[in-house]
Structures are given as structure tokens and as C-alpha cells.
């Protein structure tokens, strides 16, 4: 069984006809085609974060591809009464063709994919967001071509998102510098999967210096609203501004995967500027997400 819950699982000559097919999914329905291969499929979502751009993205790719989706929060399902992650991944794989689960625990999706009878998507785990790196690697590509070779600097938290572009940058090969407060880094394994690909930086301005993507998330993600304070204080000089964007290369490009915090992460001025790419890198994440669909159920 194919599932999605990291990047590195797929190998590069499967991720790069993804992107490919989510740029033509793309085309199709700004010209108003109607592609609705996945008529009579249905798609299980099990959500314990909240969500706008993962939901939305997930159900209205669904009906845009002919199928449905079914929302279900942990209240919603007898994982909150205490049934065994294996139990509901047993039963509900019976009922659909596909789920799509946002959680904390990364080992959550792993025991559900484990006992799947159906492909398991990674939404969101506190670990690695997938699916999120797909529509940054194809905002980036629509713009400027290939990302391999190129510089991407990250600046702000060793999170989860971190976590994917250093993924990102050993799969696709590009070089990745990642600028975070020392106490923030990565972890030790996880800067691993990047090698030789992955550099750490003293802060935003050696890591932009030159690059061709600047991107950041929040200081604080869901889960850590207690550390807000403190982070507030530890991340203060990590905050992506016109200096910053300055340093980078005459053509570089900013993302931010959103919801965004204006004079925190990132200045305004920044994330509404011409260099910023990231509400059509929101709207990609409906296209590269109906691209994995298609060809996790029709390609198992």
C-alpha cells in the first residue's frame, strides 16, 4: 500500500510527474475543464488540528474530481472515546478509498498506515507537512523552473515545515540554509536527512544572502500557544524583512505557508510585496492535493 506521510518515502522520479500533473490540474480548471475521475470515491478526513487551507483544499479537491469527503474531528469519532488508533484505521479503511489525517503525533499516522486497507495522506503532523511542500516545490517551479541547484534559506522555527524542506532539499537537491535561534534547531536526525545538503546559519541575513526563496511560519504553531511569550523573545531578530528579502538574489522569491503573524515572522511590507508568491502558493495547495489524490486511488 503507497501512502504519503513523508517526502523522502517517494523517490524523485515519482514526486517530479506530481507536480507536473498538478500544474495541468491547475490549467484545466482556470480554463473550466470538468476532470472528474474520482467519481463514486469517497475520502475519510480525520482532523485533531484545525484547519482552513488542509480542509479546504482536501474537500473541494474532492468534488472537483468528481468524489466526496467526509470531515470528522477526533470528538467526532470513537478515537475520542479511547479506540485504539489500529481499531478506527480497520474500520474506516473499509468505508473509503483514501484518508487524510491532521494530528500531533507523527506515530499516529504511522500505526493508522500501518493497518490501512487504503492510501494514508499526511495533512499535518507535529513532525512533517508534506503536503504543504508540494505546493511550495510547484509555486516555486511555475516561477522560476527547477528548484535543483538553487538556494532556499528558511528562517524562524525548526518545525515541522523545517523539517520538510530539509527533506525537500535532499530529494530534489538544492541547498538549504536554515537560520533559527540555537535553542530552536532541527533536531540532530532530522538535519540529517538533509547531508551535505543542509547548512545552519548565525541568523537571516547569512541565510538569505543570495538565495532564491526566502520562507518562514509562525514563531508559536498550534500546540505551543503556552511558549508564546518566550518565543516572542527568542525568535525576535528572526523576522523576515525588506533588509532581509534585500540580501537575497534580484530574483528571489518569499513564501510563507500561512496563517501569518504581520511584524512577527514577517514584516508586512514583505508578505504584500512583489516578491511575496504566497497566496498563489495557498491555491496551489488545492492542485498539487488533487494531484496526490488522483494518483494515490487511481494508481495504487
Known amino acids: 500500500m503507497r501512502h504519503f506521510l513523508t517526502l523522502r518515502e517517494w523517490p524523485l522520479e515519482a514526486l517530479h510527474p506530481l507536480l507536473r500533473r498538478a500544474g495541468e490540474l491547475k490549467a484545466a480548471h482556470r480554463a473550466g475543464e470538468r476532470h472528474q475521475p474520482l467519481q463514486g470515491r469517497v475520502l475519510g478526513m480525520l482532523f485533531e488540528k484545525s484547519s482552513t487551507r488542509t480542509r479546504v483544499a482536501f474537500e473541494a479537491g474532492m468534488a472537483q474530481l468528481g468524489g466526496e ?30 484518508v487524510m489525517i491532521r494530528t500531533f503525533s507523527h506515530e499516529v499516522l504511522e500505526r493508522f498506515a500501518a493497518y490501512s486497507r487504503v492510501p494514508v ?4 503532523s507535529d513532525s512533517f507537512h508534506p503536503c504543504q511542500i508540494l505546493a511550495d516545490l510547484q509555486t516555486f517551479e511555475e516561477h522560476r523552473g527547477p528548484i535543483a541547484g538553487r538556494t532556499v534559506a528558511w528562517i524562524g522555527d525548526g518545525n515541522n515545515m523545517c523539517a520538510t524542506w530539509i527533506e525537500a532539499a535532499a530529494v530534489f537537491g538544492f541547498e538549504l540554509r536554515i537560520a533559527t535561534p540555537a535553542g530552536y ?15 545552519l546559519c548565525e541568523g537571516p541575513l547569512e541565510a538569505a544572502a543570495g538565495a532564491d526563496l526566502v520562507t518562514t511560519d509562525v514563531w508559536a504553531s498550534m500546540g505551543q500557544e503556552a511558549e508564546q511569550t518566550a518565543r516572542y523573545e527568542a525568535f525576535r531578530e528572526f523576522c523576515v524583512t525588506e533588509q532581509v528579502m534585500a540580501r537575497a538574489g ?12 504581520r511584524g512577527e515572522e514577517v514584516e508586512a511590507a514583505v508578505l504584500e510585496g512583489p516578491q511575496s508568491v504566497v497566496w498563489e502558493e495557498a491555491e496551489n ?16
Open 69 to 98: 469527503a467526509i470531515f470528522l474531528s477526533a470528538q467526532d469519532t470513537q478515537l475520542g472515546r479511547g479506540e485504539p488508533v489500529e481499531d478506527t484505521a480497520r474500520v474506516l479503511s473499509r468505508m473509503v478509498d483514501a
Open 121 to 124: 495522506i499526511n495533512g499535518l
Open 185 to 199: 534547531r532541527p533536531e540532530a536526525e532530522v538535519l540529517a536527512l538533509g547531508g551535505e545538503r543542509v547548512t
Open 250 to 261: 534580484e530574483e528571489a522569491l518569499f513564501m510563507h505557508c500561512l496563517p501569518a503573524h
Open 285 to 300: 495547495r488545492l492542485h498539487a492535493q488533487k494531484a496526490l489524490l488522483e494518483t494515490l486511488i487511481l494508481e495504487p
